[in-house]
């Protein structure tokens, strides 16, 4: 379970929406919508690559999202934009569950947004939601010691992948905009991974689910839904050369 693409940096979003729109709710959809689908949701390239069992990994991934507030088919609105900034650090955990490959990890995060439009300025800082997530193996990924995994040829497999994310991250009931989603939310994941080369390249299909408890304390004692949502993926990934 290798996540090779390590450092997310950079990325720009453009929201097209009308300039009535409240400022609060803009900004709470450019934060939390990288948050819950970047940092816990369809995984990138190659993120499920076996690792050696009885061995622990440890990852970090940054994003760097800044959106800008535009009005439909005109240039963007002067100073009505925002930025977020998202680090992850996952904890990893390999061991065998038969003869196959399993694993466990925790992820967990720290989140900062900052916007600024005609209503005046949001800023808010935070944990987000962690996460733990349970890796099995279906087929083409043994278990295999560091030993054995410096042997190994890489063949296809599929595996998989249950995340649950508890509310345990920052939120304020009586705010606008929260680093902390505050339902339970569960994502079920199966990835099928193929490779017809021995591991120079790889075409990786992902498809699962994310499913959500209410929030009984949105906006006060508001309760917030959040109806089922899918997930798909589709990677292509090539090697250049023997090292990268």
Not at 203 to 232: C, K, M, V, W
Request: hydrophobic letters at 40%; one cysteine or more; charged letters at 10%.
């Amino acid at each position: 379970m290798r996540r090779l693409l390590l450092v997310h940096f950079a990325e720009r979003t453009f929201w097209i929406t009308p300039t009535k729109t409240p400022l609060s709710i803009v900004v709470a959809l450019v934060t939390l919508f990288p948050v819950t689908t970047r940092g816990q949701g369809a995984p990138a390239a190659r993120d499920f690559l076996n690792t050696p069992v009885n061995a622990g990994s440890f990852f970090v991934d940054f994003l760097n999202n800044e959106a800008e507030i535009v009005a439909a088919s005109d240039p963007p609105l002067p100073n009505n934009e925002t930025v977020s900034r998202l680090g992850l650090a996952t904890i990893l955990w390999s061991f065998p569950l038969g003869n196959r490959y399993g694993g466990v990890s925790l992820t967990g995060g720290y989140t900062s947004v900052k916007g600024t439009g005609p209503l005046g300025n949001v800023e808010a800082s935070g944990f987000s939601d962690p996460g733990i997530t349970f890796h099995a193996n279906i087929f083409g990924a043994p278990a295999l010691n560091k030993d054995q995994y410096a042997q190994a040829i890489p063949q296809s497999f599929s595996s998989f992948h249950l995340t649950v994310n508890a509310p345990l991250g920052s939120y304020d009931r009586n705010s606008a905009v929260n680093t902390g989603a505050n339902p339970w939310a569960f994502n079920p994941l199966v990835n099928l991974c193929i490779t017809p080369d021995k591991g120079v390249l790889w075409i990786e299909l992902y498809a699962g689910a994310r499913f959500f408890t209410h929030n009984h304390a949105f906006q006060g004692n508001n309760q917030l839904s959040q109806d089922p949502l899918g997930i798909f993926a589709l990677h292509y990934s090539h090697n250049i050369g023997k090292r990268m």
